[in-house]
Structure formats: structure tokens, C-alpha cells
């Protein structure tokens, strides 16, 4: 079992950055793949990044172009997602997701926190 917290969502003006974090707890979080992904208004759930427990990485290149990174901290438990360049479009609540490969992490997470909201003003 896997509980996922989300941190650090608020409110930023475009062209600044943001570093969400999100906290894991279980002992199997090393061994899990995590993901990102964000849900604007009126809009679908999207996959923006995802990392498997040797480091390896997939970003959704339409929406991140570059501007986002992730990492993650086993020892601490912890997934971060950089955002810089920040701008109107990437409003929304940003949901931290963990499933067992990076496939899965990102098509079908098996674990979801509750989300964290970022609101970019233009």
C-alpha cells in the first residue's frame, strides 16, 4: 500500500517556477515508479512526468517542452516536480500518482494523492 501527499501548488505569476513535492509512505516506495499528472478546468487528467525507481525518465514533451523536471529522493520518500517558465496554461491541480513500472505510472497508476492546486496568473 502506498499514501501519496502532494505540496507546494499556490499561486505564481507567469514566467515564475514552482517545486511540488509529494511525500510517500510504505516501504515499497524505492522499488515504485512515480508520475505526475495534471487536471485543468473542464479538461482531462494528463500525464506530464514520470520516474522509475534506477532513475529513468518520460515526459509529456507537448506540454513540459522542457520547462519541467522530475526527481526523486528515496531516501526521503519524496518525488519533486521543478516547474520554471511557468505560464497561464499550466493552471490546473497537479496530482502525484504511483504504480509498480513506468508504464504503468504512466497509462494506469494504481496510486493517487489527493492533489495540489497552481494557479499561474498572466
Known amino acids: 500500500q502506498v499514501q501519496l501527499v502532494e505540496s507546494g501548488g499556490g499561486l505564481v505569476q507567469a514566467g515564475g517556477s514552482l517545486r511540488l513535492s509529494c511525500a510517500a509512505s510504505?516501504?515499497?516506495?524505492?522499488?515504485?515508479?512515480m508520475a505526475w499528472f495534471r487536471q485543468a478546468p473542464g479538461k482531462e487528467r494528463d500525464f506530464v512526468a514520470a520516474?522509475?525507481?534506477?532513475?529513468?525518465?518520460?515526459y509529456n514533451a507537448d506540454s513540459v517542452k522542457g520547462r519541467f523536471a522530475i526527481s526523486r529522493d528515496n531516501a526521503k520518500n519524496t518525488v519533486y516536480l521543478q516547474m520554471n517558465s511557468l505560464n497561464a496554461e499550466d493552471t490546473a491541480v497537479y496530482y502525484c500518482?504511483?504504480?509498480?513500472?513506468?508504464?504503468?505510472?504512466?497509462?494506469?497508476?494504481?496510486?493517487w494523492g489527493q492533489g495540489t492546486q497552481v494557479t499561474v496568473s498572466s
Open positions: 500518482a504511483a504504480a509498480p513500472t513506468i508504464d504503468y505510472a504512466k497509462l494506469r497508476p494504481g496510486y
Open positions: 510504505g516501504r515499497t516506495f524505492s522499488t515504485y515508479a
Open positions: 520516474i522509475d525507481w534506477s532513475g529513468r525518465i518520460l
